[in-house]
């Protein structure tokens, strides 16, 4: 198992640029979530997912988008990027007990 | 969620124990206490949790006081790769998949 894969490892984006953030897993977990992280700083929930189809809220979502129309997918799309989501962005998913999760090894992401 | 405590660093000699603290004084009945860790940048890294038994595994240990206000993470013999940062968590074991993560504990391992 491939676990959680993230892609890009690094990306730089110009203000008000749009851009997809990839997230994989190949453990069949229904939930799926997506982190940031900034410096100093302990992970703040942007937005989840209990399965396919269905998506939520979390705790930090506004310049957020996701869809999630697969088990295995769950993207994270930055509608106008702003040098404030400048950030490290992690994915992690779970069995249907939340409370243990597997995280991706991270994006970073810069925006100037 | 209830809200936890923990010191912000803490040192410990190569070889020996570490010993974590955690504050929950407001943990509530079905929730339970879980440890994580992020080493340097990476992505946060399970390792342990609990209702109000005490746990082992491969990892550490978790020890969880008798009226669930507190617990400790036990790593029996500390590495210089434990040098990292432990987050304690409460929370309850289903539903939405929302970890509420603070600044934790940065944990130095001393050679």
């Known amino acids: 198992n491939a676990g959680v894969t993230q892609t890009p490892k690094f990306q730089v984006l110009k203000t008000g640029q749009s851009m997809t953030l990839q997230c994989a897993q190949d453990m069949n977990h229904e939930y799926m979530s997506w982190y940031r992280q900034d410096p100093g700083m302990g992970l703040r929930l942007i937005h989840y997912?209990?399965?396919?189809?269905?998506?939520d809220q979390g705790e930090v979502p506004n310049g957020y988008n996701v869809s999630r129309s697969t088990t295995e997918d769950f993207p994270l799309r930055l509608l106008s990027a702003a040098p404030s989501q400048t950030s490290v962005y992690f994915c992690?998913?779970?069995?249907?007990?939340?409370?243990?999760?597997?995280f991706g090894p991270g994006t970073r992401l810069t925006v100037t | 969620d209830a809200k936890t405590t923990q010191p912000p660093s803490m040192d410990c000699a190569e070889g020996r124990a570490a010993n974590l603290p955690c504050n929950h004084s407001?943990?509530?009945?079905?929730?339970?206490v879980y440890w994580y860790r992020q080493i340097h940048s990476q992505g946060p890294q399970y390792i342990i949790h609990?209702?109000?038994n005490n746990e082992t595994n491969e990892m550490a240990s978790l020890i969880i006081t008798e009226d669930r206000k507190s617990s400790t993470l036990i790593l029996p013999h500390a590495t210089l790769r434990d040098t990292a940062v432990y987050y304690c968590i409460v929370r309850v074991a289903t539903g939405a998949n929302n970890l509420f993560f603070g600044t934790g504990t940065r944990l130095t391992v001393i050679p």
């Open positions: 992690a998913s779970s069995y249907l007990e939340g409370g243990k999760q597997y």
């Open positions: 997912s209990v399965g396919a189809g269905i998506t």
């Open positions: 407001t943990i509530s009945g079905n929730e339970y």
């Open positions: 609990g209702l109000k």
